[in-house]
């Protein structure tokens, strides 16, 4: 991380991402490792055979399970490979000693002592860590997400683990910004999660952003007002009592996640009772001046207020706007 790569020693991206993987995660088995890395079932057995040849992934005749190599051990195997093949590289190659320390401070992740708080800061390693903490959950996921929206990305990433743990019979609580039921993407996303045995719940406003993993591992933001500031993970049995605690509050507060079409999804909470009717009026006819003159109110009034229904539904136009109040069931 943090740009140092296997990539010089002849690791492709798939076989150093499996080699990391079970650094972090010693003596476990193979099985759905391609959903943690996103890649293909086929891709990561060929990755492994090769790392098997190279040395650098061992699996254990009695249980099955699989351990990585030592990072010192397994870079000085690499660099004299890659020192027979490629001489005249010297100098490039013998530098990746450095990746010594860093492989060992990953090995090390895993094994630090439970009352421990870890500081991230790198995006990157805060959602690797995440997808770690949910590949591994064994009963139960805690959740509180504060998001409007989730991208396409977002939900393509998040699919195959949250699917695996459900069928795994993990069980998943979430709460959820009930504004990102107005999100048709992240709306049938859910509901997708919920029909598979997910427990959603909305709550009107949230501020906080809370996962927890089994009760006992526990991930929140650094500055709830700015998660780019970094994320804390802890084991700590305080801190972490302290995240359920919170989590149960806002659980018991929240309402249950409303069937497809339910009024609850309407944008009572977003649009005042004449934004509602100029919204209806906007679909209905076709002159400004009607509408105004239908709502009693200024054409200039209503101009505004139907610009701010343009923004709220983030359209490029009335006719965009008018289609996806239909799909929001908002008219």
Not at 24 to 30: F, S
Not at 84 to 106: G, W
Not at 174 to 186: A, D, G, Y
Request: glycine share 4%; with cysteine; hydrophobic share 40%.
């Amino acid at each position: 991380m943090n740009g140092a790569s296997l990539f010089t020693l002849g690791l492709d991206a798939t076989e150093e991402q499996l080699y990391r993987h079970f650094l972090r995660n010693p003596h476990t088995l193979c099985d759905d490792v391609h959903l943690l890395l996103h890649v293909p079932r086929d891709t990561v057995r060929e990755a492994h055979g090769r790392l098997a040849e190279l040395g650098l992934l061992r699996r254990t005749e009695v249980t099955g399970t699989l351990s990585a190599a030592d990072p010192e051990e397994a870079v000085e195997r690499l660099t004299h490979l890659r020192l027979h093949d490629l001489h005249e590289q010297l100098q490039l190659v013998t530098r990746s000693r450095a990746l010594v320390a860093e492989l060992r401070a990953e090995q090390d992740v895993r094994s630090r002592p439970p009352q421990s708080v870890e500081r991230m800061e790198v995006l990157s390693q805060i959602r690797t860590r995440i997808d770690d903490l949910a590949f591994f959950a064994r009963e139960e996921i805690l959740s509180v997400e504060p998001y409007a929206a989730l991208t396409a990305e977002n939900i393509e990433h998040s699919r195959p683990l949250d699917t695996r743990c459900l069928v795994r019979g993990v069980r998943i609580r979430s709460v959820i910004l009930k504004e990102s039921l107005t999100h048709p993407p992240t709306a049938a996303y859910l509901r997708e999660l919920a029909d598979q045995g997910a427990e959603i719940r909305v709550a009107d406003s949230l501020s906080e952003r809370i996962l927890v993993y089994d009760r006992r591992t526990a991930l929140v933001p650094v500055d709830p007002a700015d998660t780019s500031r970094g994320a804390l993970v802890t084991q700590q049995a305080g801190l972490v009592s302290n995240a359920l605690a919170l989590f149960e509050k806002i659980w018991s507060d929240a309402t249950e996640l409303p069937p497809s079409g339910e009024p609850d999804t309407a944008p009572q909470h977003l649009l005042s009772e004449l934004e509602q009717r100029v919204l209806e009026q906007m679909c209905r006819v076709g002159k400004d001046e009607t509408g105004a003159r239908n709502l009693d109110i200024s054409v200039r009034t209503y101009r505004r207020h139907i610009a701010e229904l343009l923004r709220v539904l983030n359209a490029t136009c009335r006719a965009h706007a008018a289609l996806l109040a239909r799909e929001r069931g908002w008219i």
